[in-house]
Every structure is written in C-alpha cells, then in structure tokens.
C-alpha cells in the first residue's frame, strides 16, 4: 500500500512560479510510475504530466507543455511538479498519483492517490 502526499500548493499570481511536491511511503517508489492530475470545480480531474519510474521518460498535456516540468528523486521517495507561467486556468487541486506497468494518462489506471494540494492563479 502506497501513501502520497501533496505539498506546495497557494494563491499566486497569474505569471507566477509553484512548486508541487508528493511525498511516497509505504511502498518501493523506484518501481512506481507517477502521474499528476488536477480537478477544476466543477469539471473531471485531467491528465496534466508523467514520468515513468527512472525518471527517463516524461510527456505532458498540450496545454502545459513548455510551462510545467515533472521531476523525481527516487532517492527522497518525492515527485515534484514545477509550474512556471501560470493563469487562471490552471487554478485546480492537483494530485499525484501512482501506479506500475507503465505511464498512462488515464485515472482510472492510477492505484493510488493523494488527497490533492490547491493551487489558485489570480488575474
């Protein structure tokens, strides 16, 4: 059983800079492959980046790509998710989650969750 744990969320600024980070335990991170997702109200949580379990291999959802950059340090058993240039559409509660047998951009793929860290963007 794996346990995951957002941090990092806040009120910043449209332009503005956050870092997310998810904290695993409970489980061997390394053989894990990690995804973030993010749930704006009143919409379906979405696909937003992932990396597979060494860290070699990543892809993004369009509307990030060039913004957001995903990262891990299987050493710190932590996947971080840097976003850079944000606005207001990317005001959501954003959730790592994990799952094994490669990097999938859908949710109902992912075995487990974090409980979600809230990022809101001001204009």
């Known amino acids: 059983q794996v346990q995951l744990v957002e941090s990092g969320g806040g009120l910043v600024q449209a332009g503005g800079s956050l870092r997310l980070s998810c904290a695993a335990s409970g489980g061997t991170f390394s053989t894990y492959d990690m995804g973030w997702f993010r749930q704006a109200p009143g919409k379906e949580r979405e696909f937003v980046c992932a990396?597979?379990?060494?860290?070699?291999?990543?892809y993004y959802t369009e509307c990030v790509k060039g913004r957001f950059t995903i990262s891990r340090d299987n050493a710190k058993n932590t996947v971080y998710l840097q976003m850079n240039s944000l606005n207001s559409e990317d005001t959501a509660v954003y959730y790592c989650?994990?799952?094994?047998?490669?990097?999938?951009?859908?949710?109902?793929?992912?075995?487990?969750w974090g409980q979600g860290t809230q990022v809101t963007v001001s204009s």
């Open positions: 989650a994990a799952r094994r047998m490669g990097q999938s951009k859908r949710t109902s793929d992912y075995d487990y």
């Open positions: 990396i597979n379990w060494g860290g070699g291999s990543v």
